[in-house]
């Protein structure tokens, strides 16, 4: 039952400058706007980090899912985890989880080659957690949202390589992991004190949110280079610290 993360989405009030300062700290690629995104009042870019991808997103009007999630935040932040399911039988298997443990099905839509399927928010709590289905179930292949094959001549373009873990904030972390995995058909587990879950290819981990909102609140990013990420941070003049920096009210832990 292979689930791997293909894809985080992050939310903000304004677009363009947000790309900018991703694109250029992170030295990532912008491989794919997709205008389908407008039937939700939003608009997006899709940049490359290796074989995965990080979205933004931000509303264009008001009354947007959205907008009230960077409401509830207090500002922007992490939005969605995003994975893909090796196959159909695995997605079903998802579904069938959620169902036993509460979730709604937010969004799914059938397009043949791939089916898109979101978990609502406010039954997984923290964020979306969306696991689609893609035709062929190859975890580095095709990706539709991604401009489908657009993104493949650009891997060399990346300054940040792999995604390794993603950090949630919650008010009873242990609980809220033990949900997460439950969905996600895996056993929850404990590392260095920090419960969480393992996909097969990053660590879902759950910290205590203490009087912050609930939400997705930090990656683990493989770079080619710390110390000359952290001084393009700085020189933005960014939130840094030895090995991270805070963009998109995100804050990237980097390793090489």
């Known amino acids: 039952m292979a689930i791997h993360l293909r894809q985080i989405c992050?939310?903000?009030?304004?677009?363009?400058?947000?790309?900018d300062a991703l694109t250029d700290v992170l030295g990532i690629p912008v491989v794919f706007v997709d205008p389908a995104v407008g039937r939700y009042g939003l608009e997006n870019t899709l940049m490359l980090i290796g074989t995965q991808f990080l979205e933004v997103v931000a509303p264009t009007e008001d009354g947007t899912a959205a907008g009230r999630?960077?409401?509830?935040?207090?500002?922007?932040?992490?939005?969605?985890?995003?994975?893909?399911?090796?196959?159909?039988?695995?997605?079903?298997?998802?579904?069938?989880?959620?169902?036993a443990n509460g979730v709604r099905v937010a969004n799914e839509r059938d397009h043949g080659w791939y089916r898109l399927f979101q978990l609502h928010p406010g039954d997984m709590g923290a964020s979306f957690f969306s696991a689609p289905w893609v035709e062929g179930g190859d975890p580095?292949?095709?990706?539709?949202?991604?401009?489908?094959?657009?993104?493949?001549?650009?891997?060399?373009?990346?300054?940040?390589?792999?995604?390794?873990?993603?950090?949630?904030?919650?008010t009873d972390p242990e609980a809220l992991a033990k949900h997460w995995a439950a969905v996600a058909g895996r056993e929850m587990n404990v590392q260095d004190g920090v419960p969480g879950?393992?996909?097969?290819?990053?660590?879902?981990r759950f910290v205590p949110a203490g009087d912050q909102p609930q939400c997705?609140?930090?990656?683990?990013?493989?770079?080619?280079?710390?110390?000359?990420?952290?001084?393009?941070?700085?020189?933005?003049?960014?939130?840094?610290?030895?090995d991270s920096v805070t963009i998109c009210g995100t804050r990237f832990n980097l390793s090489a």
């Open 197 to 204: 879950y393992d996909l097969d290819n990053v660590r879902i």
């Open 140 to 170: 580095v292949g095709r990706w539709p949202f991604g401009g489908d094959r657009v993104w493949m001549d650009k891997r060399d373009q990346c300054k940040a390589t792999a995604i390794t873990a993603a950090e949630l904030r919650a």
């Open 216 to 242: 997705l609140a930090a990656l683990d990013l493989t770079v080619d280079d710390v110390a000359a990420t952290i001084a393009r941070a700085k020189a933005r003049g960014l939130p840094t610290s030895e």
């Open 69 to 99: 999630f960077m409401d509830r935040i207090g500002g922007d932040g992490g939005y969605m985890v995003i994975t893909q399911s090796s196959s159909r039988d695995v997605q079903e298997s998802v579904r069938a989880n959620a169902a």
């Open 10 to 19: 992050l939310v903000a009030r304004q677009l363009q400058p947000t790309i």
